[in-house]
Nanobody, 120 residues
């Protein structure tokens, strides 16, 4: 069984920074794309950033230039560095990993979510 465990959320003032981490554990053959999503109160979960196994990245327009997604393949871990945080970044942040088995079947796994609150 695969588990994704997130850490790094919390309360920060506008303009501040946070770094989220998400580590995958269990029986893992290959991790393809890894992503961060967020869900604000009363809203749908939306994609924030994605990183491929080769290191290619993509971001939602609202975080471009402020957030950076990275990964450490040796540790099966994805990170989200969040700078210049704004109140509208307040949400529960979830990591997602597309994990393949030796037959190349791919499955989606989700972390439990970590709260990020940006407020003065």
């Amino acid at each position: 069984q695969v588990q994704l465990v997130e850490s790094g959320g919390g309360l920060v003032q506008p303009g501040g920074s946070l770094r989220l981490s998400c580590a995958a554990s269990g029986i893992i053959f290959r991790i393809n794309a890894m992503s961060w999503y967020r869900q604000a109160p009363g809203k749908e979960r939306v994609l924030v950033a994605v990183i491929t196994s080769g290191g290619g990245t993509n971001y939602v327009d609202s975080v471009k230039g402020r957030f950076t997604i990275s990964r450490d393949n040796a540790k099966n871990t994805v990170y989200l560095q969040m700078n210049s945080l704004k109140p509208e970044d307040t949400a529960v942040y979830y990591c997602n990993a597309e994990i393949a088995n030796p037959l190349n079947d791919e499955y989606d796994y989700w972390g439990q979510g970590t709260q990020v609150t940006v407020s003065s």
